[in-house]
């Protein structure tokens, strides 16, 4: 994703993270799936001391900005004295990759306190998160259990995931097009393989490099010529799916399309009428248009047979130095309020949780924004997963080498 600076109360992600702040942390207590917590129970303060939370961000500074300068301080105000000390570590999977490596070697090193309590990561290192046992299965504990409805709180790319995550946010990919130049969008790949076609270079599109809204492209590309989405993105694995994909590969390649240079050349190129049409990120595009850096008469269309989405996850780490803090700041950040407040509203995600227990809180203006185009009967028969790691990783390959 995307997507993807400091505050008083950050300090530097070092090879001994948050060593040297100073902070004093209430004893960790074991969370155990058997033992739940109801709403209004609030976390325990080992000698009425302050809640101190370490938080580890993959993701851009869109991401590490939301956390540091809204939910945190927000979270301050709830709980006196708080401190939450917000690490970046970077966009896309290899900020995930980095929180892996650092509990991993934490882990390997037998430390019984890890410094990172809760991070925000990437769907497709969840595997390697569990199968290395680096996460907490918090979610039977949290006050909002009841409203992880979501099928990739569940599976996650062919991993089973219920339990430890809680989806942040879902992001969408969909079609941005310029209704001045389009006057009928496509409805389907076939009828937008055919515009390509007829209006050469005006479709724009990052490849699989600098940004997942290309993959998406590609990966839904794939999904409408093979018919496999179903075992691609769910399992198991079979290799024989795959030796249809050079084809294929070379057949996209072919379309006289423009490769922009990631997620911003797209909407940039957009922006500047270089392109008429291309997959962007729903949130992104609307951040643009919010910031004037967008042309607002710009629309929005997930077409048949559906296009990728993908969610960021909420986890807690398995050894986490402040355990009852970090499930009082997981529980914060899932809440329906806070969801509304800043996933919708603010930053045009849509919400981890169930939506009927968010919606309430949304304001209408934020309604009317996030489902103008994409409505929710479009995210319902149109939004995609990403394929199972295996096939993830191989689709892309096969871009790169055909």
Known sequence: ???????????????????????????????????????????????????????????????????????????????EGAEVAVVGTGPGDAGSQKIVEKLKAQ???????????????????????????????????????????????????????????????????????????????????????????????????????????GVAFTTAYVYWKTGDYKTLSEGPYNAELEK??????????????????????????????EIDMGPVWVDMFYTWIDEGRLNPNLRLKVIEPGLPGQPMYVVITKNAKNKEAALAFADFLTSPEIQAKYIVDKNSWYPGIDANAVMANVSEQGKQKLFKDVTAEDLSKRGQSFPISQFFTNLQSAYEKN
Request: with cysteine.
């Open 1 to 79: 994703m995307r997507k993807i600076r400091s505050l008083s109360v950050v300090c530097l992600l070092t090879a001994a993270m948050l060593s040297g702040c100073g902070q004093t942390a209430p004893a960790a207590s074991t969370t155990t799936s058997g033992t739940e917590r109801k709403p209004a129970d609030t976390p325990k303060q080992a000698e009425n001391k302050p809640l101190q939370v370490s938080l580890a961000v993959a993701g851009d500074t869109v991401m590490t900005d939301l956390m540091e300068k809204a939910v945190a301080p927000d979270f301050k105000k709830k709980y």
């Open 107 to 213: 882990k390997d090193a037998g430390k019984k306190e890890w410094d990172i309590d809760v991070a925000i990561v990437h769907q497709n290192l969840m595997k390697q998160m569990i199968d290395n046992d680096l996460l907490d299965k918090w979610v039977p504990q949290s006050a909002n259990k009841q409203y992880v409805t979501s099928s990739d709180s569940k599976n996650s790319l062919g991993t089973n995931v219920e339990g430890y995550v809680i989806p942040m946010f879902h992001s969408q990919v969909a079609i941005a097009y310029n209704p001045d130049k389009v006057k009928q969008p496509p409805a389907s790949f076939e009828e937008l393989v055919a515009w390509i076609q007829a209006n050469p270079k005006r479709f724009g599109y990052n490849g699989i490099k600098n940004g997942m809204s």
């Open 244 to 273: 249809k994909w050079p084809d294929i590969m070379k057949e996209l390649k072919s379309l006289p399309a423009t490769i922009t240079n990631g997620n911003n050349g797209t909407l940039d190129m957009l922006n500047r009428g």
